[in-house]
């Protein structure tokens, strides 16, 4: 916070202060006097004594806001921005005029101090709105709205370049997968190579063992073969012996036949030149009665 602006807070709650004095109360005393206790402390930069001033004057006048003031301004010293910006958000609320345009002033230096932008940027506006002529109140605003497209830009280039980041590891995430599944396939096809190799070999021993069965097979029928050969030999050789005398036997059976026939054609020939010659007799007997009884 500026000098200026503390001083003038200072005065106007030393103005407050002698006018409860001048009442005669006497908890305006006790106010004036905390706050000349803690106005004392913060001009000595002692924070942690001005806030113990000023916490027993908010007690005696909660709703103070010139007091929620003085004991923003003695948090903010003592490095406690987060307190000291509830107690100004507090005087805001219940203040006017250049009390309340000096709390919205000091919440947003506290906000830019704290690299918020944004919310310094809102806070000096609610002090330009209160007070438009108020010079540093705009220079303050340039400054937080500088830092607000600086805090933009960068957190778009660090947005840019987790994306970049992200897209290279899911490039080579993917190049690691396309490369994973590559190996698969070929160890898949390396596989499937082995495997016909195998049933290539299998194969081929099938044929071997089928022709080394095939050829023993030969073999152990080949001496059959050969007894079955020699046997049909050895029939066609006595069938040949046997030829000749069946044929002479049946030469003689031929003949002994051919000779019974002739015998009976003899004897059928003679039986009917026989009975030829009776019946010539007998007719020649009828022919010589007939000439007799003419």
Known sequence: ???????RVLYLAALTL???LASGMDPAQSLFRENRAGNSALEREDPEAALEHYTEAQALAPDDPRVLYNLGLALAQGDKPEEADQAWSRSTQLADGTLLRDAWFNRGVLALGNKQAENAAKDFV????VDPT???AQR?????????????????SSDDKKNDKKDSQDQQQQKQQNQQQQQEKNEDQQQQKQ?????QEQDQEQDQDQQQNKAQDQDQQKPQQE???????????????QQP????????????????????LDQLQQGEKQALRRALRQQAGKDRKREKEW
């Open 134 to 136: 108020d010079e540093e």
């Open 227 to 241: 007894q079955d050969q020699e046997s049909q030999q050895s029939d066609e050789a006595q069938d040949q012996q």
């Open 140 to 156: 303050n605003l340039e400054l937080a709205l500088k830092a607000l497209q600086q805090q933009q830009q960068q957190q778009q």
């Open 245 to 264: 005398a069946q044929s002479g036997e049946q030469k003689d059976q031929d003949d002994t036949n051919k000779e019974m026939v002739e015998r009976l």
């Open 18 to 20: 002698l006018l409860l």
């Open 1 to 7: 916070m500026s000098k200026t602006r503390y001083q």
């Open 126 to 129: 609610e002090a330009l709105l």
């Open 195 to 199: 495997n016909q190799e195998q049933n």
